[in-house]
């Protein structure tokens, strides 16, 4: 049997541990009772600023040992900017041998790395394997264009091949089963993709053997975003609408299943010596207003009819996308475009946020409101007909940002935990101290 990791960190992005505790009350969830009950439990905290509360920036913080203020990251993907070290380098610099999937917002740099596959939105390469590059082309293209529910066959033909890699009797009748339920249940399709993360991430952690290993799992930011107010344990007594999700199902309950069984396998890592942290680096909580989320379909052919001359475009999360520009007068004329650009009928600036970085424009579909298909949007050089056409719709937002965060840390450990809540950035400094 192989040896076990020494450490293996779970990235459970966003999950408010405080619903969870509720849902103990009436659901069975074995695994995720052991967790909150016999693990030792630090509590942290974010950014004041809510403009900085975003996983793409604390996740930082927690893989680079430095709050925002320090380390300056903003943007998901600006991480490939920054030559500050990252936990990766710094444990292999120790001597270990480290694997990595999907981590938010963090740059390959590792010489010698088990494996690492990178998050869908940030452009750093993967591993050497060829396996690591096909499954990270894969993971881009399933979740950039989740929203449309497109997956391309290239996409096909590698989850065959991660499929037939990963084979297990229990696992991959979980995933069978999610994929059959995801049929009328749109939120089940992000599990799907968290579930076969996890199947790869145990699979690689079984054959390359490193000594440390981190897997980011995001669908259950992704469905607290977009049903919380469905959870009969949200604290609030707002609920979406029926044409929305059915007023009897409970996403959030559905998620924290899922999540349970793949828990019971990391935590039978532990049972035969391996340390795990569970961290969420941020937690949600419900939204207090009604917004609607929007992406855009096919982000180069909106910005030339619009009239923006640019020389690549990069879909960010859900409405982000970066565009690339060839000479800075271009980028000058491209942001003053997407300024002005507004829908017909109310005069609601599109993109609300427009992040002037030289070269390039980091750009939000910030409207708020219920897109028709006949809308039409008001640009300096005419109209787009039709404007409603061109997006897609992605949710009405349920969950916003909370800077309280968890982490559950196996018992145990040499270093004293601290009992006060730490800034995320703290547990930088417990990964090393587990690792050792």
């Known amino acids: 049997m192989t040896a076990p990791a020494r450490l293996v960190f779970v990235q459970l992005n966003e999950i408010n541990f405080d619903v969870v505790s509720r849902y103990l009350d009436d659901t069975d969830l074995p695994a995720l009772r052991e967790l909150v009950t016999h693990f030792d439990r630090v509590e942290t905290f974010a950014e004041r600023d809510y403009t900085h509360l975003e996983p793409w920036i604390q996740w930082v913080s927690a893989q680079t040992g430095k709050t ?6 903003y ?8 030559e500050l070290p990252q936990i990766f380098e710094l444990l292999e610099a120790r001597g270990l041998r480290v694997g990595a999937v999907s981590p938010m917002n963090a740059c390959n740099r590792l010489k010698h790395a088990a494996y690492f596959i990178p998050d869908p939105w940030t452009q750093t390469l993967p591993d050497a394997s060829g396996y690591s590059r096909r499954l990270t082309q894969m993971l881009r293209q399933t979740v950039n264009e989740n929203a449309q529910g497109r997956i391309s066959k290239r996409s096909l033909i590698t989850l065959g ?4 890699r990963t084979l297990h009797p229990s696992r991959t009748t979980q995933l069978l089963r999610l994929i059959v339920r995801s049929f009328g249940r749109p939120w089940l399709r992000a599990l799907v993709l968290d579930q076969v993360v996890h199947m790869v991430h145990l699979q690689l952690l079984r054959r390359m053997r490193p000594d440390v ?3 980011f799992f995001n669908a259950g930011a992704h469905i607290q975003h977009h049903y919380l107010l469905n959870s009969k344990h949200s604290g609030v007594s707002a609920r979406n609408p029926p044409w929305y999700v059915a007023p009897d199902a409970d996403p959030i309950r559905d998620m924290l299943v899922t999540y349970d069984r793949m828990l019971a396998d990391v935590l039978a890592l532990q049972r035969r010596g391996t340390r795990l942290i569970v961290a969420t680096g941020l937690t949600q909580v419900p939204y207090d207003r009604v917004k609607y989320y929007y992406r855009l379909k096919d982000h180069s052919a909106f910005l030339r009819s619009a009239g923006v001359r640019f020389a690549n475009v990069l879909p960010r999360m859900t409405r982000d996308f970066e565009v690339v520009f060839a000479e800075r007068a271009d980028a000058e004329a491209g942001i003053d475009l997407l300024c002005k650009i507004r829908m017909q009928r109310d005069g609601t600036p599109l993109f609300g946020e427009v992040d002037d970085r030289g070269l390039s424009v980091f750009a939000t579909l910030t409207y708020p409101n219920e897109i028709l298909p006949s809308d039409v949007a008001m640009c300096p050089g005419g109209r787009i007909d039709g404007f409603g056409q061109q997006v897609v719709f992605v949710a009405i937002k349920n969950g916003m940002h909370s800077g309280k965060g968890f982490a559950f840390v196996s018992p145990g450990m040499r270093a004293p935990l601290p009992k006060e809540p730490v800034h995320v950035a703290e547990l930088f400094g417990l990964t090393l101290s587990a690792a050792s």
């Open 75 to 82: 943007r998901l993907g600006d991480i490939t900017h920054s």
């Open 161 to 164: 091949e991660a499929f037939a």
């Open 213 to 215: 290993s981190f897997v």
């Open 68 to 73: 925002f203020s320090e380390h300056g990251v």
